[in-house]
Every structure is written in structure tokens, then in C-alpha cells.
């Protein structure tokens, strides 16, 4: 994930002001200092604001300058949501703090900024990726099991929809796809007692590695009542996307999938019913993947996920 520098903001511009009168002035020496501002890769503005000289960074994201291809898109209730979920996920797990909204600055929410290398990295690099990902699973056991709810498995089932209504497939493969489908509904491999608070946009640049421990950001599309596995099958679907993109092959990711599922479950009986229902979230994983690809990949990732819901038990 690349960021670059952009602009030095001194005393008199209102956001900076705002950042040091309203959010980190208590741990400035210095509330005149400049602040240099660096932009992130992302579906928002996403910027860093370096306080010089003081060894202090924050995090601003923009819910008002969306810069991804989402349409009818309400920026004050997405900076609301974010909020919201980060509190409620930071009292179980380590995130990236909220310190502040914004409406007035294009709807700003502000968080600590994690300095470190995200999961991306360590896949990119398969340096010390085991151990990555084993405290990234143990980290959304910790989510998963702390926020204990109602379950609410139509809406699994209708957001599958609303991912395959965006990808306007083929009637054929369409079809397919309900079909298969409609076999999941009807089998009990969904069905369960309890829901959960996830994370679910679980790719592996929201994971930042900070002093070894975990840091999850971006809890904007954050669900309650849901299915727990979905995480796991969302970053599974990742690894294998990712091994088939850039490192040899897809195939090369089941060893860390098989690794970080183990490390997830209770025991035995619980990685076999994890097993049996990832190829379901599996599935959603690589559809949207091929949401964000063009020709022959979206295509290859289509035939992947239509496969992955074949492996119904
Ligand atoms: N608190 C943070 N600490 C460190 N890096 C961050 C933080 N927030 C965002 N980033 C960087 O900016 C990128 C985009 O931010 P994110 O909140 O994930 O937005 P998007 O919705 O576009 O994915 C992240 O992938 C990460 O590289
Ligand atoms: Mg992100």
C-alpha cells in the first residue's frame, strides 16, 4: 500500500488547527508546529498528518471524497458507522482508536495511525507469514467470541445475491450459482445459535503489524448478528487470490489457509465445521475479488468461487 507527501499545513489552516486545538494539542510541545501530509491508496482520502518534530502521526479519512465506484452513497452515516464499529471492536481487540469526527472537513474521522507493515506485506514477502497469520486468527476469535448476538442467516444469503446482481453474470451461470445456492440454504451447514460482531472487510492490508501484535483498521462495511466464518473465508479467498496473482499459483496458499483455520478453531470438531462452511464465504471472497478485475481473471475467479460452492457436504 503506497502513500505519498502531498502538502505541509502550518498554523492558520483550519484543519490543522482543528487537529491541534481539538484532538492530539495535549501531547504537542510545540501547537505551532507544521504538519506534513501524506496520501494513501484508498477507496477515500485517506491522508497522515506528521506533526514535525514531535513524533505524533494521526490518520484522517474523508468519508465525503470517496474516490471508488460507489453510487448513492451517504458519506455522514459511513463516517457515523466507522465510528461506531471501531469503539465497539476496540474494547476486545487492538485497533487503530478513534480520536475524533468531523462533519464540517468532508466528514473526517480521525484514528491513531498504526506504524507498521500490514499483512500485505508479510504475503508479498512470505516472511514470517505462519506467525502473521495465526495471531490474526486468534485476534478475530478474540472479535468473534466477545460480541456474541443473534444470528441473522437471510441476510447472508441476500448479500450473496447482491454480490452476483453486481457482477450481471451470464442467465447460464446464473443460474448455476442459485442453484447451488439453494442447496446451502437447505442444508443446516448455516445454521447456527449464536451471531457475531466481524470485520468482514478482512483483506490483508487491514491488518497492520505493530510491536508483533495486530492492529485491524477500516470498519466501515463492519457487520453485527453474522456469521462468523465469513472473516475467514473473505481473507482465505485473499491468500489464495493472491498466491494465484503473484507468487506461482493459488495452490500455494493452502498451506497458510490450512495454518491460520487451525489456529482459529477450538479443537478438532470446531475445524471441521469451520471446513464445511468456508467454501460458502470462500466463495463470496473471490466473487468479490472479480468484481474489482476485468476479462479473463474475473472469469477464472467466477469459475473458482462457482467451484467453491459446489463442495457442498
Ligand atoms: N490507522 C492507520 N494506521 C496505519 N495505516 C493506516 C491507518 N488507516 C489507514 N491506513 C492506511 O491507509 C489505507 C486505506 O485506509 P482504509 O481505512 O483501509 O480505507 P479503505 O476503505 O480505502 O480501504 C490502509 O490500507 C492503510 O495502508
Ligand atoms: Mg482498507
Given at each position: 500500500m503506497g502513500y505519498r507527501h502531498v502538502n505541509t499545513l502550518s498554523f492558520g489552516d483550519p484543519f490543522r488547527d482543528w487537529l491541534v486545538?481539538?484532538?492530539?494539542?495535549?501531547?504537542?510541545?510545540?501547537?505551532?508546529?507544521?504538519?506534513?501530509?501524506?496520501?494513501?491508496?484508498?477507496?477515500?482520502?485517506?491522508?497522515?498528518?506528521?506533526?514535525?518534530?514531535?513524533?505524533?502521526?494521526?490518520?484522517?479519512?474523508?468519508?465525503?471524497?470517496p474516490t471508488g465506484r460507489m453510487r448513492d452513497y451517504n458519506p455522514y452515516k459511513g463516517m457515523m458507522t466507522e465510528y461506531r464499529n471501531l469503539k465497539k471492536a476496540a474494547l476486545t481487540i487492538n485497533v487503530a482508536k478513534p480520536l475524533a469526527i468531523n462533519e464540517r472537513f468532508n466528514c473526517a474521522l480521525v484514528t491513531e495511525h498504526i506504524p507498521g507493515k500490514s499483512l500485505s506485506w508479510y504475503i508479498k514477502h512470505e516472511k514470517g507469514l505462519y506467525g502473521r497469520l495465526t495471531s490474526v486468527g486468534h485476534m478475530l476469535k478474540r472479535l468473534h467470541e466477545n460480541t456474541q448476538s443473534s444470528y441473522n442467516k437471510e441476510n447472508e444469503f441476500r448479500n450473496f445475491h447482491e454480490v452476483l446482481n453486481h457482477l450481471e453474470l451470464k442467465h447460464d451461470t446464473r443460474e448455476h450459482f442459485n442453484k447451488f445456492l439453494g442447496e446451502w440454504w437447505y442444508s443446516s451447514w448455516l445454521d447456527r445459535a449464536h451471531g457475531c460482531m466481524i470485520h468482514r472487510d478482512a483483506t490483508p492490508s487491514n491488518y497492520?503489524?505493530?510491536?508483533?501484535?495486530?492492529?485491524?483498521?477500516?470498519?466501515?462495511?463492519?457487520?453485527?448478528?453474522?456469521?462468523?466464518?465469513?472473516?475467514?473465508?473473505?481473507?482465505?479467498?485473499?491468500?489464495?487470490?493472491?498466491?494465484?496473482?503473484?507468487?506461482?499459483?493459488?495452490?500455494?496458499?493452502?498451506?497458510?489457509?490450512?495454518?491460520?483455520?487451525?489456529?482459529?478453531?477450538?479443537?478438532?470438531?470446531?475445524?471441521?465445521?469451520?471446513?464445511?462452511?468456508?467454501?460458502?464465504?470462500?466463495?463470496?471472497?473471490?466473487?468479490?475479488?472479480?468484481?474489482?478485475?476485468?476479462?479473463?481473471?474475473?472469469?477464472?475467479?467466477?469459475?473458482?468461487?462457482?467451484?467453491?460452492?459446489?463442495?457442498?457436504?
Amino acid at each position: 500500500m503506497g502513500y505519498r507527501h502531498v502538502n505541509t499545513l502550518s498554523f492558520g489552516d483550519p484543519f490543522r488547527d482543528w487537529l491541534v486545538e481539538e484532538v492530539v494539542g495535549h501531547c504537542l510541545r510545540n501547537k505551532k508546529c507544521l504538519v506534513d501530509v501524506f496520501k494513501y491508496d484508498s477507496s477515500h482520502t485517506v491522508c497522515r498528518y506528521q506533526f514535525r518534530g514531535e513524533h505524533l502521526s494521526v490518520m484522517a479519512k474523508f468519508f465525503s471524497e470517496p474516490t471508488g465506484r460507489m453510487r448513492d452513497y451517504n458519506p455522514y452515516k459511513g463516517m457515523m458507522t466507522e465510528y461506531r464499529n471501531l469503539k465497539k471492536a476496540a474494547l476486545t481487540i487492538n485497533v487503530a482508536k478513534p480520536l475524533a469526527i468531523n462533519e464540517r472537513f468532508n466528514c473526517a474521522l480521525v484514528t491513531e495511525h498504526i506504524p507498521g507493515k500490514s499483512l500485505s506485506w508479510y504475503i508479498k514477502h512470505e516472511k514470517g507469514l505462519y506467525g502473521r497469520l495465526t495471531s490474526v486468527g486468534h485476534m478475530l476469535k478474540r472479535l468473534h467470541e466477545n460480541t456474541q448476538s443473534s444470528y441473522n442467516k437471510e441476510n447472508e444469503f441476500r448479500n450473496f445475491h447482491e454480490v452476483l446482481n453486481h457482477l450481471e453474470l451470464k442467465h447460464d451461470t446464473r443460474e448455476h450459482f442459485n442453484k447451488f445456492l439453494g442447496e446451502w440454504w437447505y442444508s443446516s451447514w448455516l445454521d447456527r445459535a449464536h451471531g457475531c460482531m466481524i470485520h468482514r472487510d478482512a483483506t490483508p492490508s487491514n491488518y497492520v503489524f505493530w510491536k508483533d501484535k495486530p492492529y485491524a483498521l477500516d470498519f466501515e462495511s463492519s457487520w453485527s448478528q453474522a456469521h462468523p466464518v465469513r472473516d475467514l473465508g473473505i481473507l482465505s479467498a485473499e491468500l489464495k487470490n493472491e498466491f494465484e496473482l503473484h507468487k506461482g499459483g493459488g495452490w500455494r496458499a493452502e498451506p497458510y489457509i490450512g495454518k491460520f483455520l487451525r489456529e482459529y478453531s477450538k479443537d478438532e470438531k470446531d475445524f471441521f465445521r469451520i471446513t464445511g462452511v468456508l467454501p460458502f464465504f470462500m466463495s463470496i471472497g473471490l466473487l468479490r475479488s472479480a468484481w474489482l478485475h476485468q476479462s479473463s481473471y474475473r472469469n477464472y475467479l467466477i469459475k473458482e468461487a462457482l467451484e467453491c460452492l459446489k463442495a457442498i457436504n
